[in-house]
């Protein structure tokens, strides 16, 4: 796919409308994580940078059409201006055009046009500005008024952080280099199983974790103890071996794991009945060493263990520390992407030593499942405006 980009595009003296993903994790107004905002901040500077005016939409929770002081932006806006160290007006009012150099527009999900993609509520939008700029890929497979329906309206284009999205997504999936291992952990096949059917016919190896691991191996017929598995998804699960047999692909699944309670590491076959699968084991990391040194690509999506309970975390924590040697070493192209990833690889103090790393989470694994992105869509060349 070939996006319209800004390249070229003259901007001075223009009020750009630019979507951003500013839903930061918050508590009591404080903001957690700002690696979002960080990431959002290579348009919004380039944008000023030209001459351009800006309004930035973004939304916050999920306030169902109703304002919540709770979900506002204005705590965000603070961290805009201390990370850009420019001056940024916050406008609660939709209803008139902003003036200011950088605007940050309240939680556009205040208003019910916005999710319902409504063309009247997208027109009121483009009143305020001359373009619009979408460099918000983690929303992008919504199809709401600020994502979408804008986007028959205002002459639109990708930013540049939708640009490497699209970028390192399209090579992983469509043209990368071989051997490809993909690591897919969760605590739910389900929720993955498209992405799992998808991935098998692009890659050599697919590494499993959490509790989707643990479905494979009671497929597999092996002990699990008391952990937590899905008894209805163990025909797909089957189906999946059944596949990748065919296709010639290998699926990895652990062979030791750190146990609860008591964090006790034995080798999956002396699991006792009352025991939990909490993480992979040392010997399992061993393993995934060697496939990934011998790997040349490698797409990740979900710490392999209870990562939020140390000492649970070794394993993915590893796993990232890994990754990133070979990848600052030139001889692995790596991509990351979702929360509980992210966090991990913060942790790990090796956020920037990957390829690239996603911030989308549902659109990261749509892409994943190969489904069409409304907001991305809108934005290929072959679309007008």
């Given at each position: 796919?070939?996006?319209?980009?800004?390249?070229?595009?003259?901007?001075?003296?223009?009020?750009?409308?630019?979507?951003?993903?500013?839903?930061?994790?918050?508590?009591?107004?404080?903001?957690?994580?700002?690696?979002?905002?960080?990431?959002?901040?290579?348009?919004?500077?380039?944008?000023?940078?030209?001459?351009?005016?800006?309004?930035?939409?973004?939304?916050?929770?999920?306030?169902?059409?109703?304002?919540?002081?709770?979900?506002?932006?204005?705590?965000?806006?603070?961290?805009?201006?201390?990370?850009?160290?420019?001056?940024?007006?916050?406008?609660?009012?939709?209803?008139?055009?902003?003036?200011?150099?950088?605007?940050?527009?309240?939680?556009?999900?205040?208003?019910?046009?916005?999710?319902?993609?409504?063309?009247?509520?997208?027109?009121?939008?483009?009143?305020?500005?001359?373009?619009?700029?979408?460099?918000?890929?983690?929303?992008?497979?919504?199809?709401?008024?600020?994502?979408?329906?804008?986007?028959?309206?205002?002459?639109?284009?990708?930013?540049?952080?939708?640009?490497?999205?699209?970028?390192?997504?399209?090579?992983?999936?469509?043209?990368?280099?071989?051997?490809?291992?993909?690591?897919?952990?969760?605590?739910?096949?389900?929720?993955?199983?498209?992405?799992?059917?998808?991935?098998?016919?692009?890659?050599?190896?697919?590494?499993?974790?959490?509790?989707?691991?643990?479905?494979?191996?009671?497929?597999?017929?092996?002990?699990?103890?008391?952990?937590?598995?899905?008894?209805?998804?163990?025909?797909?699960?089957?189906?999946?071996?059944?596949?990748?047999?065919?296709?010639n692909k290998t699926i990895f699944v652990p062979r030791d794991a750190n146990l609860d309670p008591g964090s006790r590491i034995a080798e999956i076959s002396a699991i006792e009945s009352s025991e939990k699968i909490f993480d992979m084991g040392p010997e399992s990391v061993v393993d995934?060493?060697?496939?990934?040194?011998?790997?040349?690509?490698?797409?990740?999506?979900?710490?392999?263990?209870?990562?939020?309970?140390?000492?649970?975390?070794?394993?993915?924590?590893?796993?990232?520390?890994?990754?990133?040697?070979?990848?600052?070493?030139?001889?692995?192209?790596?991509?990351?992407?979702?929360?509980?990833?992210?966090?991990?690889?913060?942790?790990?103090?090796?956020?920037?030593?990957?390829?690239?790393?996603?911030?989308?989470?549902?659109?990261?694994?749509?892409?994943?499942?190969?489904?069409?992105?409304?907001?991305?869509?809108?934005?290929?060349?072959?679309?007008?405006?």
């Amino acid at each position: 796919m070939k996006l319209r980009t800004l390249d070229g595009v003259d901007v001075a003296g223009k009020i750009v409308l630019l979507r951003l993903d500013l839903n930061l994790p918050m508590k009591d107004g404080v903001i957690l994580d700002q690696t979002r905002l960080k990431l959002s901040l290579k348009t919004l500077q380039e944008l000023h940078s030209k001459g351009a005016k800006v309004v930035i939409m973004s939304h916050l929770g999920r306030p169902k059409g109703r304002e919540d002081p709770v979900l506002s932006l204005e705590p965000i806006a603070q961290a805009l201006e201390t990370n850009l160290q420019e001056p940024i007006i916050f406008q609660k009012e939709w209803n008139h055009r902003p003036h200011a150099s950088i605007t940050l527009l309240d939680n556009i999900r205040f208003h019910r046009g916005e999710e319902e993609n409504d063309m009247l509520f997208a027109a009121e939008i483009a009143k305020l500005g001359d373009l619009y700029v979408n460099d918000a890929f983690s929303v992008s497979h919504r199809a709401h008024a600020s994502v979408e329906a804008i986007t028959h309206i205002l002459p639109s284009y990708a930013g540049r952080l939708m640009e490497d999205e699209i970028s390192a997504l399209t090579k992983i999936l469509d043209h990368p280099e071989h051997p490809v291992t993909a690591i897919v952990a969760g605590s739910k096949i389900s929720t993955k199983l498209t992405v799992l059917e998808n991935l098998l016919d692009r890659i050599d190896t697919l590494i499993v974790g959490g509790g989707i691991a643990n479905t494979f191996l009671k497929a597999m017929g092996l002990p699990i103890g008391a952990s937590i598995f899905e008894r209805d998804m163990l025909d797909e699960t089957h189906s999946i071996l059944e596949k990748a047999k065919t296709l010639n692909k290998t699926i990895f699944v652990p062979r030791d794991a750190n146990l609860d309670p008591g964090s006790r590491i034995a080798e999956i076959s002396a699991i006792e009945s009352s025991e939990k699968i909490f993480d992979m084991g040392p010997e399992s990391v061993v393993d995934i060493r060697k496939i990934l040194e011998a790997s040349k690509t490698v797409i990740w999506n979900g710490p392999v263990g209870v990562f939020e309970i140390p000492p649970y975390d070794e394993s993915s924590l590893e796993i990232a520390r890994i990754i990133a040697v070979l990848t600052q070493k030139g001889a692995l192209y790596s991509v990351a992407g979702g929360g509980e990833t992210i966090a991990c690889l913060n942790k790990a103090g090796v956020m920037d030593k990957f390829s690239h790393v996603s911030t989308a989470g549902g659109a990261f694994l749509e892409w994943l499942e190969g489904k069409k992105l409304p907001g991305v869509e809108r934005l290929s060349t072959d679309v007008s405006r």
